[in-house]
């Protein structure tokens, strides 16, 4: 046994020796123009605007979680609502210091209502919990500061190219 751990720690020793005084060929301005280069690739990504995310992922899926919760349509409504929550998700991921993303917490207790009903396929409860998740946010858009933008049930024709 001595003499494995002899043999071993011979061989072990200059190893530890190579590796400690071993360095790598290039120098820190290679690695730090690499690490440059990543960082500016990382800025370059598309992140969504704040905007498009309500515009073209939040208007639309709060209209059409309307629609399929009024025709009844139970697993489209949940489709809807599932889409409409990665919207606030959205908002919160790529806008976190933000109020608006500091906001949208008190969407979510509506968000679960809504859950609930559909899955219980209650056309009452979901027109409630709709009329209260408007209203939210109606409110963390005046918590926001654009509580110039209003948003109501829908009240108009329906998407001429979907069925519900």
């Given amino acids: 046994m001595i003499r494995i751990?002899?043999?071993?720690?011979?061989?072990?020793?200059?190893?530890?020796?190579?590796?400690?005084?071993?360095?790598?060929?290039?120098?820190?301005a290679d690695l730090?123009?690499?690490?440059?280069?990543?960082?500016?690739?990382l800025?370059?990504?598309?992140?969504?605007?704040f905007g498009e995310i309500m515009n073209g992922i939040?208007?639309?899926?709060?209209?059409?979680?309307?629609?399929?919760g009024r025709h009844q349509n139970w697993t489209l409504a949940e489709y809807e609502r599932h889409q409409l929550l990665g919207g606030f998700i959205r908002i919160q991921k790529y806008h976190k210091s933000t109020s608006e993303a500091n906001a949208i917490p008190m969407i979510y207790p509506e968000m679960e209502a809504l859950k609930k009903a559909i899955g219980q396929k209650d056309s009452s409860a979901f027109r409630q919990h709709f009329v209260l998740l408007t209203n939210t946010c109606n409110n963390c858009h005046r918590v926001t500061k654009h509580?110039?933008?209003?948003?109501?049930?829908?009240?108009?024709?329906?998407?001429?190219?979907?069925?519900?």
């Fill in 5 to 28: 751990s002899r043999v071993c720690l011979q061989l072990v020793l200059p190893l530890l020796l190579f590796l400690g005084c071993y360095q790598p060929s290039g120098n820190g």
């Fill in 58 to 68: 939040v208007q639309p899926h709060h209209y059409k979680l309307w629609l399929a």
């Fill in 32 to 41: 730090q123009a690499r690490m440059d280069d990543l960082q500016n690739q």
């Fill in 147 to 164: 509580e110039f933008n209003i948003i109501i049930v829908p009240a108009t024709p329906e998407y001429g190219n979907q069925q519900f």
């Fill in 43 to 49: 800025d370059s990504v598309y992140v969504p605007g």
